[in-house]
């Protein structure tokens, strides 16, 4: 079964406005990741924050990471339209053969102009 | 510097059929993986490959073979294509764990 659940599914805000997309997940992690997908695109990397951490900026971006709730948030500050596209969290756990990095179904952002 | 390249970008199968799909990266990656995503289920994963010889089953791996022959290539293999296979398929690759992965374009297949 997948290890992160996105929430919500679906979000629809005004540019400029903020948007905030939560994960959560169910056993022990190494680190939680945020990714972004564009419509019929490949996925890109957004931000990692590692399992001591609680909280980590990349730009507009500000990741928090709750391990004892097994949850995290992604905030989208000031959003622009050209930020529309499809979030993921990502988690990953294991190591060496048992490695393994596994992504939730996603939030859909849609940004209006 | 290419990254992660999937080969081909389209595909249209008929029942049964066989077919291999291709990831190439350049970025001397330990780690790749393939996922399938289908609408309303996010990214599922197939198979991965902790290193060059190594495979390992994800979480829907029936129906799909794999091999890592070489560091660089990592293959997926249809022996026999149903229906239910129609997806898009993603690889991917990473160095090391703890690190972020980098995604190819995707394969759209349809089997019909």
């Known amino acids: 079964s997948q290890q992160g659940e996105e929430d919500p599914q679906a979000l629809s805000i005004q540019e400029g406005e903020n948007a905030t997309m939560n994960c959560s997940y169910k056993?022990?992690?190494?680190?939680l990741q945020w990714y972004r997908q564009n419509s019929g695109r490949g996925l890109v990397h957004l931000i990692l924050?590692?399992?001591?951490?609680r909280e980590k900026h990349s730009g507009r971006l500000r990741v928090t990471l709750d391990t004892s709730k097994k949850s995290s948030s992604l905030l989208i500050t000031a959003s622009r339209a050209a930020d529309t596209a499809s979030y993921f969290c990502a988690t990953d756990k294991g190591g060496g053969s048992n490695y393994k990095l596994t992504f939730g179904k996603g939030t859909l952002l849609t940004v209006n102009p | 510097n290419a990254g992660v390249t999937q080969t081909p970008k389209f595909r249209v199968l008929k029942t049964g059929q066989s077919m291999t799909l291709l990831c190439a990266q350049d970025?001397?990656?330990?780690?790749m993986y393939w996922y399938r995503q289908d609408p309303g289920m996010g990214l599922r994963l197939i198979h991965y490959s902790v290193g060059e010889g190594t495979t390992a089953k994800g979480e829907v791996p029936d129906g799909y073979n794999v091999s890592r022959l070489k560091k660089q290539n990592f293959l997926l293999g249809l022996e026999s294509a149903a229906p239910s296979q129609t997806s898009v398929y993603f690889c991917a690759s990473s160095y090391l764990t703890l690190t972020e992965a980098f995604f190819g374009q995707g394969t759209r297949l349809t089997v019909v």
């Open positions: 056993t022990s992690i190494n680190n």
């Open positions: 970025m001397n990656h330990e780690y």
């Open positions: 924050i590692r399992s001591n951490e």
